[in-house]
């Protein structure tokens, strides 16, 4: 039977897989990319479906990404030292703010190419997070050996 801190790692890394795939999904959707620097050059018809699904996808990002956090600040409680927790949430909290900054610049203009401009700046803030702070955190993780009580 898996051990609490075996679970803990799992889900974390599904979770991260998600995210990632998001992130993937959010890119992928502009074929513009390069050839325009605003939505509002795009052709009309495609400029409907796509602005309405990077939204869509930017708002499960960062749905996905809150929930996430928390999930790792959850089980960083009662099984992380408080220097790693402390540093690690205050990361978190570093990311919840560049996820606003996406939010507040598609709300205002809704320039899918500057939300996926603000999308590729918090890959690369993801990336570096899962190396400083995920696997120290999955390192205490797997330390825990308590069998879960279903």
Do not use: W
């Not at 809150?66 to 570093?94: G, Y």
């Not at 570096?128 to 308590?146: A, I, N």
């Amino acid at each position: 039977m898996a051990t609490v801190g075996e679970i803990a790692v799992e889900r974390i890394r599904r979770d991260h897989e998600h995210m990632l795939g998001l992130i993937e999904r959010i890119r992928a959707e502009c074929t513009q990319r390069g050839i325009i620097s605003n939505c509002a050059d795009c052709n009309p018809t495609r400029h409907v479906i796509c602005h309405g699904n990077i939204e869509l996808l930017i708002r499960s990002f960062v749905e996905s990404t809150l929930k996430h956090n928390l999930i790792e600040s959850m089980f960083m409680e009662e099984h992380v030292p408080a220097e790693h927790r402390i540093a690690h949430n205050q990361a978190h909290i570093e990311i919840a703010k560049q996820l606003k900054a996406i939010r507040v610049i598609f709300s205002e203009d809704g320039n899918c190419i500057l939300a996926i401009e603000g999308i590729d700046r918090i890959h690369q803030t993801l990336l570096d997070h899962l190396k400083d702070y995920d696997r120290q955190l999955e390192s205490y993780l797997m330390e825990v050996t308590l069998v879960p009580q279903f």
